[in-house]
Structures are given as C-alpha cells and as structure tokens.
C-alpha cells in the first residue's frame, strides 16, 4: 500500500491546521483573525477540511498517568507468517484491545511496532499472555518507557503543496 497523495493545500488552509492543531478549542473569531479571514470564509474552509478526512476528528489529549496509566511500553513483534489471514487476525485482536494506543506495520527486521499504555505490569502481563494465545508470532519483544521526552499530535506541515 503506497502513500496517499496529499491534498491540495494553500497557505490559509495550512495556517487554520496549525492553529487547530495547538488548540482545537480556539474560538472562531480567535481562529478568523489569525488566519487572515472574516468568520464566515473561515468556517467553510474548518468544514471543507473535516469533510474531506483532512480533519480526522476532534479530542481532548489525555495525561495517562493523571488517570492511573502509568506504564508505557513499546512492543515489537516478529510475524510468524506473513498472509491475509494472519493479518487479519491480528488486525481483528488488536482493535479489540483498548491499551494498545497505536499500531505501525514496519519494513524491516521487525513486522509491527505497538504502543501501549497500560496501569501497571500487571496489566501489560495479562495484555501479554493473551496475544500470545490469541495471535500466532514469532518472537515478541517488549520495551518499558521510563520518561517521555516528547509527545505531541501537531504535525509539522510543510508550508509548500508536495
């Protein structure tokens, strides 16, 4: 599966993704002023950018720890065969899980890459144990984070059309 080729973007619409993407929150008028636009040219554009799957949706980025996930850990796992079926599969476990936070399917000597946020070891044991059960692998390896140095969700857009 190849990159998506990137929307047609100009300059207004860049500047309304970074300013949504620092604060989703930011009122319209706030919005309008500092992208240049009155009110009404500003929303349309908000609502152009939502229907067309540019703006995936709209969250409240939660501190883990502050809602008792404490641990974050990074697991790396090696395919024990590489079809349809088992992708599917494992596609169909891991959705199911709600600690695992994010999933990339990589090239190279390691297939997936997940990120889970769990409370404790325990927790991720049990995570563990069951897609050992549930999910045919060949090797499965797993990394605890001890500080998060840098986490964010605003892109760096590229003030060019690619």
């Known amino acids: 599966m190849g990159a998506r080729k990137p929307n047609k973007l100009d300059a207004i619409d860049r500047k309304i993704l970074r300013e949504l993407m620092e604060r989703v929150d930011i009122p319209l008028a706030e919005l309008s002023k500092k992208v240049g636009l009155s ?16 703006i995936k949706k709209r969250v409240a ?32 476990y891991i959705n ?17 890459i997940l990120k889970l946020i769990v409370p404790d070891m325990s927790h991720y044991d049990k995570f563990y144990k069951s897609l050992i059960d ?4 060949k090797n499965v390896s797993s990394r605890f984070v001890m500080e ?8 760096a857009i590229p003030d060019f059309e690619g």
């Open 134 to 137: 549930n999910v045919p692998l």
């Open 39 to 54: 009110q009404t040219p500003c929303w349309q554009r908000v609502q152009k950018l939502e229907q067309s799957g540019i």
């Open 96 to 112: 199911r899980c709600p600690e695992v936070a994010e999933v990339l399917r990589m090239a190279g000597d390691v297939d997936y």
């Open 148 to 155: 998060t140095i840098k986490s964010t969700t605003t892109l």
């Open 61 to 92: 980025i939660v501190d883990p720890p502050s809602v008792g996930l404490g641990l974050t850990i990074v697991v790396a796992i090696e395919a024990n065969e590489h079809t349809a079926n088992w992708l599917a599969k494992f596609t169909h």
